[in-house]
């Protein structure tokens, strides 16, 4: 079945830091990508998305973009904040089927 | 637009009594609602599907029975813990499409249950 697989956290970095975080799939046919944040104690919002290959999704500073050929689609942004630090979900799904998610990967940016 | 609400935000029972969990879509009405439970530190599990006006599909090993789940309009759908133990203790995630053919789901910002 389809599955997504993300880079294990958790990830710590300081203010101002690169951030990428890996998240590859396996499915059949073409899935829709998404990334979704949670934040402490909170449930899951969506931060960005992409339906076909080679689409990028952006959003808050944060990029990614569907790559096909290597079945990818990870996340990352240029400078972070101490208020990003959350849980990210990388996640699919077919059509207008279930969603599936990665194990998630806890951020924690240090001022 | 597009919000998904949940009640309670947590709430606390007995071993043995049952436990209602409200989710609501504010300002759309969804056809399809989906009911996740997140363990501490862990990911989604997807427990069952809800479509309006019809029975839940559920994932394998959730129990139906213990896990009552209602779609009763097109913006309400209730998660009804039955006979509650203290392993039903979790965090409960509904959500919501907002279009049957939609891809995307919003979700709600979840209830804590603690069964003592």
């Known amino acids: 079945g389809d599955s997504v697989t993300q880079m294990e956290g958790p990830v710590t970095l300081s203010e101002e830091a690169f951030l990428t975080i890996n998240c590859t799939y396996t499915?059949?046919?073409?899935?829709?990508l998404f990334w979704y944040v949670q934040y402490p104690g909170e449930g899951l919002q969506l931060l960005l998305k992409?339906?076909?290959?080679?689409d990028k999704g952006s959003n808050k500073g944060f990029e990614a973009t569907y790559r096909k050929e290597t079945t990818s689609f990870h996340l990352e942004k240029g400078s972070v904040q101490v208020s990003d630090s959350a849980v990210y979900f990388c996640a699919l799904s077919q059509g207008a089927q279930k969603l599936v998610f990665g194990q998630g990967t806890r951020l924690t940016i240090n001022p | 637009g597009a919000v998904v609400s949940q009640h309670p935000s947590w709430v606390i029972c007995k071993s043995g009594t049952s436990v209602k969990i409200e989710c609501r879509s504010l300002?759309?009405?969804?056809?399809?609602m989906f009911w996740y439970r997140q363990f501490p530190k862990q990911s989604l599990m997807l427990m069952a599907t809800s479509n309006e006006g019809s029975k839940a599909t559920y994932e394998q090993g959730v129990e139906k029975d213990k896990f009552l789940i209602n779609h009763a309009s097109l913006t309400l759908s209730t998660l009804t813990v039955t006979s509650a133990h203290p392993e039903d203790s979790s965090f409960y995630i509904c959500?919501?499409?907002?279009?049957?053919?939609?891809?995307?789901?919003?979700f709600g910002p979840g209830t804590r249950l603690t069964v003592t």
């Open positions: 992409a339906t076909k290959a080679d």
């Open positions: 499915a059949t046919g073409y899935p829709s």
């Open positions: 300002d759309f009405q969804a056809t399809t």
């Open positions: 959500s919501a499409r907002l279009q049957a053919t939609s891809r995307e789901q919003y």
